[in-house]
């Protein structure tokens, strides 16, 4: 069904010193990233997961949770995109029975921008397209049971990972053959989902249910579709976006497998963008296979493809680091900058004078990507708030507060306290403003509020005959 036949890598393209001057800047500008900008809100929620270790989560499966509590933040990501390109090496290599090819196929996926950021900030991308690579690797190759360790992973990093399995599937359809192979590999890669389905099953289905909303229950259209369009052009690389679909329609007769592991995820995820707001880096790992038919494409297409892509990377790693244009929201800055000033809710006391010491118990926030930078940050307890958007900290259960203790609420721009949690307490102080700079620049407007005395919680009734309603 996989041809393991060598194929033909096509005419010469992107020579070795290229491909490793290429290779060298990519793990230059990944370093450089990862530590000198701040650490990403979605990594430190998913960094809050690694505390308290678990076969599930709300939004996601628990690999990369597992993987910051092993190897921690930089080194997650970085060994996992590291791991990637040296798993792209190795299947172009054995698609066209060629180091060469095998070297361009990792220089062009080192320079993808998708690929640069699941490999600067630690996400449940970074793990899937590591495993994702490795899977599509031993189908390749018909190793079944590697196949079924790998696939299992990459669904523990992320739901979307059954995307490859669709694919493996269309390709049996097409040769009309599933070799028995692969019906092991299947029921070894369910029995890695078993214990995140069991553990969804235990709380009312969270994880697989916000996926499916997110992805697919919302307001969606033509402009949602055209933004999800241009942000390919943005993630995947401006001419690599463009091979995505040429290689998927056009590419060799012996790709097809690889093919439909690049047309899948960007077909299913283009409907996905047409019914509801979508993420551009859910398509990534679409790109992976890309790279390696690109390794047979022309010289041209290949030289547009790095360079264009590195351009991307180069701009932006620039502006982070050296700003000359201002608007008036700039994202990128925002994302990646200021946030260190919310240690200084470690000490309270300092922004407020007249607090005493120790008094504070935790810190609430309307945002639990802001509550999570808080912990990671000042490393205090953390909660949310009010009419917030539901996530794992509505699984947990929420810091206790002893009568008479305080907590502190912060917000960037947002709401006011909410009443859900300043009725609990009998005053608040008037916001003291923390602001997160960069470069001159002014990014985080954080506005504290200290919620002082909490009181007692309400006493149960008493029933009738002088039991309470607990006892009854």
């Not at 029975?97 to 080192?110: N, V």
């Not at 912060?410 to 602001?435: H, I, N, Q, Y």
């Amino acid at each position: 069904m996989v041809s393991t036949a060598p194929v033909a890598p096509g005419p010469a393209g992107l020579g070795l010193k290229t491909c490793l001057a290429l290779l060298g800047v990519a793990l230059v500008v990944r370093t450089v990233l990862a530590l000198g900008t701040d650490v990403y809100f979605d990594t430190a929620y998913y960094w809050q997961w690694a505390q308290r270790l678990d076969w599930g989560y709300y939004d996601h499966p628990p690999l990369i949770a597992w993987l910051l509590a092993l190897l921690g933040i930089h080194a997650t990501a970085l060994l996992c995109g590291a791991g990637t390109i040296a798993a792209v090496w190795g299947l172009a290599r054995d698609v066209y029975q060629s180091r060469e090819a095998a070297w361009r196929a990792s220089a062009l996926w080192s320079v993808v921008p998708g690929g640069m950021v699941a490999g600067i900030w630690a996400t449940p991308d970074s793990p899937l397209l590591l495993f994702w690579t490795l899977a599509l690797w031993a189908l390749w190759r018909e190793r079944w049971l590697w196949a079924g360790v790998a696939s299992g992973l990459a669904l523990l990093a992320k739901f979307p990972a059954v995307l490859l399995g669709i694919a493996f599937l269309i390709t049996a359809l097409r040769a009309r053959r599933l070799p028995w192979g692969a019906w092991g590999t299947g029921a070894v890669a369910a029995v890695f989902l078993v214990p995140v389905l069991l553990w969804n099953a235990r709380h009312d289905w969270v994880g697989i249910l916000f996926q499916l909303k997110h992805g697919l229950d919302g307001q969606g259209g033509w402009r949602t579709l055209g933004d999800f369009i241009v942000g390919q052009f943005a993630f995947g690389g401006p001419v690599l976006a463009i091979l995505a679909l040429v290689y998927a329609v056009r590419g060799p007769r012996e790709h097809f497998f690889l093919r439909m592991a690049a047309l899948v995820p960007l077909l299913f995820f283009g409907y996905a963008a047409s019914r509801a707001r979508s993420e551009v880096n859910w398509t990534t790992m679409a790109y992976l296979s890309v790279c390696v038919g690109a390794a047979g494409m022309s010289r041209l297409w290949q030289r547009a493809a790095a360079f264009s892509g590195l351009a991307v990377v180069l701009g932006v790693t620039l502006h982070l680091f050296f700003p000359l244009m201002s608007v008036k929201r700039d994202t990128t800055l925002w994302r990646t900058h200021g946030w260190d000033v919310l240690s200084a809710l470690a000490t309270p006391e300092k922004l407020f004078p007249e607090m005493k010491p120790g008094s504070v118990v935790a810190v609430f926030s309307g945002n639990y990507q802001l509550a999570s930078l808080v912990a990671l940050h000042a490393g205090v307890p953390v909660g949310t708030a009010g009419p917030v958007r539901f996530s794992q900290y509505d699984v947990w259960p929420e810091p206790p507060i002893p009568p008479g203790k305080d907590v502190l609420w912060v917000e960037e721009d947002g709401p006011f306290a909410p009443s859900a949690l300043t009725d609990r307490f009998e005053t608040m102080e008037d916001p003291v403003e923390l602001v997160g700079m960069y470069k001159g620049r002014r990014l985080h407007p954080f506005r504290v509020w200290w919620v002082r005395n909490a009181r007692p919680p309400p006493t149960p009734p008493e029933a009738p005959d002088g039991m309470n309603q607990s006892q009854r």
